[in-house]
T-cell receptor, first 115, second 109 residues
């Protein structure tokens, strides 16, 4: 298995531009998570999907952030408009099933820089 | 909400020495997980502890879950340069993992 796939690996954009991050979870995994990692705030959960349905989006910073999971093999995290404070590494992770929080498999991350 | 505190934030270790990182939760946890993130990499799952007082070993790494299921520790013996990275604990009561801030380990050869 290729593991969790994320694209792009690096993104540099200017303030005000729309940014779309993509994730392909491990086949057969029911749960998908988007995290943001910064030096100041550490690893933060943004949103959790189970069976393609958003279950918990309480970590989404504000309305500029949105996430979708149109099918079991694809998810996007969109920031519109982007701001410099959105600069971070964004990780997507998947896990086999909900319940007692089984291990999560992280993708390589997308390093976002907003100028 | 649930908070997971981790200490120390940084650990500078002489190669060959032992060290321990500690994780404390404000609430009782159903399980705790440990992850390792190498510099420039992504978190990689190491282990999960579920039972009160559980102890698990992976080669030079020993993981413990406290009796009250509110704290955990990771002890590494005979540190090697390959142990460099950030070690995160993550507490859970349902689907959601609350990650600690991590202990970043550097090794002096």
């Amino acid at each position: 298995d290729a593991g969790v796939i994320q694209s792009p690996r690096h993104e540099v954009t200017e303030m005000g531009q729309e940014v779309t991050l993509r994730c392909k979870p491990i086949s057969g995994h029911n749960s998908l998570f988007w995290y943001r990692q910064t030096m100041m705030r550490g690893l933060e959960l943004l949103i959790y999907f189970n069976n393609n349905v958003p279950i918990d989006d309480s970590g989404m910073p504000e309305d500029r952030f949105s996430a979708k999971m149109p099918n079991a093999s694809f998810s996007t995290l969109k920031i519109q408009p982007s701001e410099p404070r959105d600069s971070a590494v964004y990780f997507c992770a998947s896990s086999p099933a909900p319940g007692l929080a089984p291990e999560q498999f992280f993708g390589p991350g997308t390093r976002l820089t907003v100028l | 909400g649930q908070q997971v505190m981790q200490i120390p934030q940084y650990q500078h270790v002489q190669e060959g020495e032992d060290f321990t990182t500690y994780c404390n939760s404000s609430t009782t946890l159903s399980n705790i997980q440990w992850y390792k993130q190498r510099p420039g990499g992504h978190p990689v799952f190491l282990i999960q502890l579920v039972k009160s007082g559980e102890v698990k070993k992976q080669k030079r790494l020993t993981f413990q879950f406290g009796e009250a299921k509110k704290n955990s520790s990771l002890h590494i013996t005979a540190t090697q340069t390959t142990d460099v990275g950030t070690y995160f604990c993550a507490g859970s009561n349902d689907y959601k993992l609350s990650f600690g801030a991590g202990t970043t380990v550097t090794v002096r050869a």
